[in-house]
C-alpha cells in the first residue's frame, strides 16, 4: 500500500484498509518492499480472529499501527482500540490502569475506577512492552485472559469482559521465558498468533514512500533532491520508522517550501557512525553493484528512477546492470 491510495479503499494486495486511526491523525500504511507486504498478508488473514495476537519487531518499526491495522479490519471496528505501555508504569500503578479499583482500595483512591480491560470491552487492548510486566501482574492477566474475567484492585466481584488482547515486545519472549523473566502459560496464552515486523533496513523500498508522507504530514510538498534520496536509502535507521519521521520533519522545517536537499537532513543521517563489518572484506565494484542493485529495488525496478538517484544516466545503469 502506497501513501497515495485512497484512504477509504482496500488495498488490492491485501484487502485490508490501509488506514489505522490514532488518537491524533491516521496513520497510513506503507509497504511498497515485499517483507512488508507479506506482514500485511498476515494481518490481513487474522484480523477477523478473536485470538490474541504478539507483534514482534525492533522499536520504532511500527508495531502498534499494525496493531490498529488488525483493529480496524476486523469485526471489532467500531468499538473502543485501547492502548498502554507497559514499561511506563510502575507496578502497582499498572495493575489499578490494568484492572481499575474500588474506591478506598489504596491511599489516593478517592473513587472507584473502571480499568483499561473494561475500557476496551467489545473492542481490543493493545499492551506494548509486553516483557516489562512483572511476574506476579502476569498471573492475574493470565487469568483474564482464560476466564474472560476482572478483579479490581480492593473489590472481591470480578466483572466479565469481552476483549481482544494484542501485545507488542521488541524483546525475545521465549528468550524471556527460558530465563524465567516471562510466565510460560502466559507466553503461550498469548501467542495464538505471530507477527514479525522487519527493521526499516530489510524494507528499503519503503523508505522514500514513508518520507514523501511525513513530509506532506508536515505541511511541505514532499519533493526532494536525489542527493537527499541517495542519502536516506544509504542510511541504516537504527531507530527505524520512528527516526525516519523525525528526519523527515527537520527536513520538511529547514527546507521550507524548497525541496529537501542534504544539507536540510539531520547531521546523524549524514555522517552516521561506522556499522560493523559483516563478512569478508569486498572489492569497491562489488560494493557498488550491492548499491545500485539496492536502488534499483528501492525504486521497484523502474530504472529511470534508479538513474536520477544514483546520479547517472539510464545507459550507465544498464551496462552496469549487464556486468552483474
Known amino acids: 500500500m502506497t501513501p497515495d491510495e485512497h484512504c477509504d479503499g482496500l488495498c488490492e494486495i491485501c484487502q485490508l484498509r490501509p488506514v489505522a486511526d490514532e488518537p491524533a491523525t491516521p496513520s497510513r500504511v506503507v509497504a511498497e518492499s515485499a517483507a512488508m507486504?507479506?506482514?500485511?498478508?498476515?494481518?490481513?488473514?487474522?484480523a477477523a480472529a478473536a485470538a490474541s495476537v504478539v507483534i514482534l519487531g525492533e522499536s520504532g518499526t511500527g508495531k502498534e499501527v499494525i496493531a490498529r491495522t488488525?483493529?480496524?479490519?476486523?469485526?471489532?471496528?467500531?468499538k473502543a482500540f485501547v492502548a498502554?505501555?507497559?514499561?511506563?508504569?510502575p507496578a502497582e500503578l499498572l495493575e489499578s490502569e490494568l484492572f481499575g479499583h474500588a474506591r478506598g482500595a489504596f491511599t489516593g483512591a478517592v473513587g472507584a475506577r473502571a480499568g483499561l480491560f473494561e475500557e476496551a470491552d467489545g473492542g481490543t487492548l493493545f499492551l506494548d512492552e509486553i516483557a516489562e510486566m512483572p511476574l506476579a501482574l502476569q498471573a492475574k492477566l493470565l487469568r483474564a485472559l482464560q476466564s474472560g474475567e476482572v478483579r479490581r484492585v480492593g473489590e472481591s466481584r470480578a466483572a466479565r469482559v469481552d476483549v481482544r488482547v494484542i501485545c507488542a515486545t521488541h524483546q525475545d519472549l521465549a528468550q524471556a521465558v527460558a530465563e524465567r523473566?516471562?510466565?510460560e502459560d502466559v507466553y503461550y496464552r498469548l501467542k495464538?498468533?505471530?507477527?514479525?515486523?522487519?527493521?526499516?533496513r530489510e524494507r528499503r523500498a519503503d523508505v522514500?514512500?514513508?518520507?514523501?508522507?511525513?513530509?506532506?504530514?508536515?505541511?511541505?510538498?514532499?519533493?526532494?533532491?536525489?542527493a537527499a534520496e541517495r542519502a536516506l536509502l544509504a542510511h541504516r535507521w537504527p531507530g527505524n520508522v520512528r527516526e525516519l519521521a523525525n528526519a523527515a520533519l527537520h527536513g520538511a522545517v529547514?527546507?521550507?517550501a524548497a525541496e529537501v536537499d542534504v544539507g536540510h537532513?539531520?547531521?546523524d543521517v549524514l555522517d552516521p557512525a561506522p556499522a560493523p563489518v559483516d563478512g569478508p572484506l569486498r572489492t569497491l565494484a562489488e560494493v557498488e553493484r550491492e548499491h545500485v542493485r539496492r536502488v534499483l529495488d528501492a525504486c521497484g525496478g523502474r530504472q529511470a528512477d534508479a538513474a536520477r538517484i544514483l546520479g547517472i544516466g539510464r545507459t550507465t545503469l544498464w551496462r552496469k546492470l549487464r556486468e552483474d
Open 37 to 46: 507486504r507479506e506482514v500485511l498478508r498476515r494481518t490481513a488473514a487474522i
Open 70 to 78: 488488525l483493529h480496524a479490519n476486523g469485526p471489532r471496528a467500531g
Open 254 to 256: 529547514l527546507a521550507g
Open 208 to 226: 522514500l514512500p514513508l518520507v514523501r508522507m511525513f513530509l506532506e504530514r508536515a505541511g511541505h510538498s514532499g519533493r526532494m533532491t536525489p
Open 181 to 183: 523473566r516471562f510466565r
Open 192 to 200: 495464538v498468533f505471530t507477527l514479525r515486523v522487519p527493521p526499516l
Open 265 to 267: 537532513l539531520p547531521d
Open 84 to 89: 498502554v505501555n507497559v514499561a511506563a508504569l
